[in-house]
């Protein structure tokens, strides 16, 4: 079992910043991927932007590219993966999430939108609000 805990969410003005942080522990040798979704009440949850801790490949929606930015902390013994958050806007705001699963098949497509988002491990969420 792998268990997440996201950090760092908060206010800030449109056009400010924000740094999320998820740290995975527990078997974190089964996973070799992690994600960050958000979701706002009334709409689908998306996905926003996913590291594979593997091999370093990326994916961002289009609606953050060039403004948000993922990363792996490798100053930490445990897995943790951060998401920068530049030129936020009144749209990012919502409950986002990090997540993971060891199943390939379905990280990759659910982050993308292409298949269901029912991955295996979940954090418990961190809200980010810009006005």
């Known amino acids: 079992h792998v268990q997440l805990v996201e950090s760092g969410g908060g206010s800030v003005q449109a056009g400010g910043s924000l740094r999320l942080s998820c740290a995975a522990s527990?078997?974190?040798?089964?996973?070799?991927?992690m994600a960050w979704f958000r979701q706002v009440p009334g709409k689908e949850r998306e996905g926003v932007a996913a590291?594979?801790?593997?091999?370093?490949?990326?994916?961002?929606a289009d609606s953050v590219k060039g403004r948000f930015t993922i990363s792996r902390d490798l100053t930490k013994n445990t897995i943790t993966v951060d998401l920068q958050m530049d030129s936020l806007n009144a749209q990012d705001t919502g409950m986002y999430y990090c997540a993971a699963d060891p199943r390939c098949d379905r990280f990759w497509p659910a982050i993308q939108g292409l298949g269901a988002i029912d991955l295996r491990y979940w954090g418990q969420g961190t809200q980010v609000t810009v006005s």
């Open positions: 527990g078997r974190t040798s089964s996973i070799d991927a």
């Open positions: 590291l594979s801790t593997l091999v370093g490949g990326r994916y961002y």
